[in-house]
C-alpha cells in the first residue's frame, strides 16, 4: 500500500490513497526492484491524470465543443458496412458529449456564483487579436444541457433516414458543436462564427433530406438567416470598434462600457433584428413554417428545440446584459409585439391543414411568451421566459417527433386526410394527447409553470402603469384560450373519427422501443419541471438578479 501525497500552491492539499497488489512471487530481487519502480510509475502518471480531469485547470469548454465536430469528421473514414454502423456511432458521440458536459458542470460549476466559470481565454489569430474566449454562467447552462439531451434523441430518431447517411449524422453534430459554442461564447466575434457555423448544416439537412418543396423552404431559410447574420456582423464590428483602435470584443468588457444614447439604440436595433429572425419574431417568422413544413422530424427536433432558443437567448446575453439602457427604452415594443405574436401565432394555427405547420405556428405563438418575459424587465419575468427557454424545447421537439413517427406509419400529412388513429395506434395517441395537453399549459406540466411566472413578472413591473399591465394580462389570457383550440382540434382531426380505421390496409404498426424511448425521456423533464420548477430556476435565478442590477427604471 502507498500513499502519495500532492501539494500544489494553486490547491488545497488533500490525500490521495491507492491501494495496489505488488508482485511478490518474483525470484530474482533485481527484477523485482525494477518491477516495484515500473509500477510507481504508473501509478504516478494515473494521478496526475486524475488531478488534470478533476481541476478546473482542464479546458472542458473546448472539449465539449469541439469534440463532436471532430469525432464527426472521422465518421467519413470509417469502413462502409451499412447505416447502422453510422448510426451506433453518432449515437455513441452524442451520449459520450452528454456525460462529459454534465460531469464537468456538476463537479466544476458552482450555482450560487453569477459570475463566468470554466473560463478559457487562448489567443487564436495574432493579427486579428483574435481570441477563443469560452465561460459559461447561469444563463448558458440550461440551454447547453437541453442542447445536449434534444441532440441525442434528434439521433435516435434519425434511424429512418438511410440515404447518404453518413454525411446527415455529420452534420447534425457540426449543429451540435455549433449551438454549443454559441451558448459558451465569451467572445463577440466567436459568438457570430458560432452563430454562423449551423446555418450550412441546416440549409443541407432541408435540401438533401426534405419534402418535395425542400429546395424552396431552404432557399427560404438561409435568405432570412443570412440576412439577420448580416445585421449581426455590423452590430458585432460597431461595439468592437466603438472608442478603440484595437478590437474590444470580450464580453466582460463590454458589459461595463456605455454608449451614446442614439448610438446604443442603433447597435441594439442591428442585434434585435438578428435574433428576431432566429427567434422567430413576427413579422420576421415566415420562414419557420415552411422550413418546418418541409424537413424531416430528426432536424425539426433540433430546429424547434435548440435553434429557436438560440435567439431569445442572444436578446438576453447581447441586448439585455449589453445595451441595457436601450433595452429599457424598448422594452414596451418587445411587450407589445410578444403579445400580438401570441393572438396572431395561435389565430393562424387552426387554418393550417399541414400538421407539421400547425406545430411550427404554436411554436412561434409559445415564443410570444418568452418575448414578453425579456421585455418586463424583471427577476420573475426574466426567470419565467428562461424556464420557457427550457420548457418549450422539450414540447416542441416531442410533438415534431411525433408528428413524424406518425407521418412514417399512415404518408399523410394533412390533417384533413387523417381521422381515426387512436384505435390502430393507442400508444401514440396517449402520448400525444399528454403532450397536447402540456402545451397548451396544463398544471402539472412545465408549459404551465413558465407561462404562469411570466404572467407574475409582468403584473408586478414596476416599469409599467396599472392600465397597460392589465391590458396586456387580458390579451395574453386570450392567448391561452385559443391555445386549446387548435391543440385539440389537431389531436381530433388526428386520431378520432373513422377514415382511417375503416379504410382498406389500415393496420398500422404502433409505437416501438425506440419511440418510447424518446417520448419518455422528453415527457419525464416535462412533468418533473412541472412539479418542480426550482431544479432549472436554481440554474439562473443569481444571473438574472446580476444582468437586471444594470438597469435603472
Given at each position: 500500500?502507498?500513499?502519495?501525497?500532492?501539494?500544489?500552491?494553486?490547491?488545497?492539499?488533500?490525500?490521495?490513497?491507492?491501494?495496489?497488489?505488488?508482485?511478490?512471487?518474483?525470484?530474482?530481487?533485481?527484477?523485482?526492484?525494477?518491477?516495484?519502480?515500473?509500477?510507481?510509475?504508473?501509478?504516478?502518471?494515473?494521478?496526475?491524470?486524475?488531478?488534470?480531469?478533476?481541476?478546473?485547470?482542464?479546458?472542458?469548454?473546448?472539449?465539449?465543443?469541439?469534440?463532436?465536430?471532430?469525432?464527426?469528421?472521422?465518421?467519413?473514414?470509417?469502413?462502409?458496412?451499412?447505416?447502422?454502423?453510422?448510426?451506433?456511432?453518432?449515437?455513441?458521440?452524442?451520449?459520450?458529449?452528454?456525460?462529459?458536459?454534465?460531469?464537468?458542470?456538476?463537479?466544476?460549476?458552482?450555482?450560487?456564483?453569477?459570475?463566468?466559470?470554466?473560463?478559457?481565454?487562448?489567443?487564436?489569430?495574432?493579427?486579428?487579436?483574435?481570441?477563443?474566449?469560452?465561460?459559461?454562467?447561469?444563463?448558458?447552462?440550461?440551454?447547453?444541457?437541453?442542447?445536449?439531451?434534444?441532440?441525442?434523441?434528434?439521433?435516435?430518431?434519425?434511424?429512418?433516414?438511410?440515404?447518404?447517411?453518413?454525411?446527415?449524422?455529420?452534420?447534425?453534430?457540426?449543429?451540435?458543436?455549433?449551438?454549443?459554442?454559441?451558448?459558451?461564447?465569451?467572445?463577440?466575434?466567436?459568438?457570430?462564427?458560432?452563430?454562423?457555423?449551423?446555418?450550412?448544416?441546416?440549409?443541407?439537412?432541408?435540401?438533401?433530406?426534405?419534402?418535395?418543396?425542400?429546395?424552396?423552404?431552404?432557399?427560404?431559410?438561409?435568405?432570412?438567416?443570412?440576412?439577420?447574420?448580416?445585421?449581426?456582423?455590423?452590430?458585432?464590428?460597431?461595439?468592437?470598434?466603438?472608442?478603440?483602435?484595437?478590437?474590444?470584443?470580450?464580453?466582460?468588457?463590454?458589459?461595463?462600457?456605455?454608449?451614446?444614447?442614439?448610438?446604443?439604440?442603433?447597435?441594439?436595433?442591428?442585434?434585435?433584428?438578428?435574433?428576431?429572425?432566429?427567434?422567430?419574431?413576427?413579422?420576421?417568422?415566415?420562414?419557420?413554417?415552411?422550413?418546418?413544413?418541409?424537413?424531416?422530424?430528426?432536424?425539426?427536433?433540433?430546429?424547434?428545440?435548440?435553434?429557436l432558443k438560440m435567439g431569445a437567448y442572444g436578446l438576453v446575453r447581447i441586448n439585455m446584459e449589453l445595451l441595457p439602457h436601450a433595452h429599457s427604452i424598448f422594452s414596451p415594443w418587445l411587450m407589445i409585439v410578444g403579445t400580438m405574436q401570441i393572438i396572431y401565432a395561435a389565430s393562424t394555427s387552426p387554418g393550417q391543414r399541414n400538421l407539421k405547420k400547425r406545430i411550427a405556428y404554436s411554436s412561434v405563438s409559445h415564443m410570444g411568451f418568452i418575448i414578453i418575459g425579456i421585455g418586463s424587465i424583471t427577476d420573475t419575468g426574466l426567470n419565467g421566459a428562461i424556464l420557457q427557454i427550457i420548457s418549450h424545447g422539450f414540447i416542441s421537439a416531442a410533438l415534431f417527433f411525433l408528428a413524424g413517427t406518425s407521418y412514417d406509419r399512415i404518408r399523410l400529412g394533412y390533417l384533413d386526410e387523417m381521422g381515426g388513429l387512436a384505435i390502430p395506434i393507442p400508444k401514440i395517441f396517449t402520448i400525444f394527447s399528454i403532450l397536447s395537453m402540456a402545451s397548451l399549459a396544463l398544471p402539472g406540466m412545465s408549459g404551465f409553470v413558465a407561462e404562469l411566472i411570466v404572467f407574475f413578472g409582468i403584473i408586478t413591473s414596476q416599469k409599467y402603469f396599472l392600465m397597460p399591465k392589465i391590458l396586456i394580462t387580458f390579451v395574453m389570457a386570450i392567448g391561452m384560450i385559443l391555445t386549446p383550440i387548435y391543440s385539440l382540434s389537431m389531436s381530433r382531426q388526428m386520431f378520432y373519427g373513422y377514415k382511417l380505421f375503416n379504410a382498406q390496409k389500415s393496420y398500422f404498426f404502433d409505437s416501438g422501443p425506440r419511440e418510447l424511448f424518446v417520448l419518455m425521456s422528453i415527457l419525464l423533464p416535462v412533468i418533473g419541471i412541472g412539479i418542480y420548477p426550482d431544479f432549472v430556476l436554481s440554474l439562473s435565478v443569481d444571473k438574472v438578479e446580476a444582468i437586471l442590477s444594470n438597469f435603472f427604471l
Open positions: 500500500m502507498i500513499l502519495i501525497r500532492f501539494r500544489k500552491p494553486h490547491l488545497n492539499p488533500f490525500r490521495i490513497l491507492f491501494i495496489f497488489f505488488l508482485p511478490i512471487t518474483d525470484k530474482n530481487p533485481y527484477s523485482k526492484i525494477e518491477s516495484n519502480r515500473f509500477y510507481f510509475r504508473v501509478r504516478v502518471f494515473l494521478v496526475q491524470v486524475y488531478l488534470v480531469f478533476t481541476t478546473n485547470y482542464f479546458p472542458w469548454l473546448t472539449l465539449i465543443v469541439v469534440f463532436p465536430i471532430a469525432a464527426g469528421s472521422l465518421m467519413f473514414f470509417l469502413p462502409h458496412r451499412g447505416n447502422k454502423v453510422t448510426r451506433g456511432y453518432t449515437i455513441y458521440i452524442c451520449v459520450l458529449e452528454l456525460l462529459l458536459t454534465t460531469y464537468a458542470f456538476c463537479y466544476h460549476f458552482q450555482l450560487d456564483d453569477p459570475l463566468i466559470q470554466l473560463a478559457e481565454d487562448y489567443k487564436w489569430i495574432d493579427f486579428f487579436d483574435f481570441y477563443w474566449r469560452l465561460g459559461i454562467d447561469g444563463l448558458s447552462l440550461g440551454p447547453i444541457l437541453l442542447t445536449g439531451l434534444i441532440t441525442t434523441l434528434a439521433t435516435v430518431a434519425a434511424r429512418p433516414v438511410t440515404r447518404n447517411s453518413r454525411l446527415f449524422h455529420f452534420l447534425m453534430l457540426a449543429m451540435y458543436s455549433g449551438q454549443i459554442g454559441s451558448f459558451s461564447s465569451r467572445d463577440l466575434l466567436l459568438f457570430f462564427i458560432m452563430w454562423e457555423l449551423e446555418l450550412i448544416p441546416v440549409y443541407l439537412l432541408l435540401s438533401v433530406w426534405g419534402g418535395k418543396k425542400r429546395l424552396y423552404s431552404a432557399t427560404k431559410f438561409i435568405l432570412y438567416t443570412a440576412g439577420g447574420s448580416v445585421f449581426l456582423l455590423i452590430g458585432v464590428l460597431g461595439i468592437g470598434l466603438y472608442g478603440s483602435n484595437e478590437p474590444i470584443l470580450n464580453l466582460e468588457t463590454l458589459a461595463n462600457q456605455s454608449y451614446p444614447v442614439a448610438l446604443e439604440i442603433i447597435f441594439y436595433i442591428g442585434f434585435l433584428i438578428a435574433f428576431a429572425v432566429k427567434s422567430p419574431i413576427i413579422p420576421l417568422h415566415t420562414w419557420l413554417p415552411d422550413t418546418h413544413g418541409e424537413a424531416h422530424y430528426s432536424t425539426c427536433m433540433l430546429l424547434a428545440g435548440i435553434l
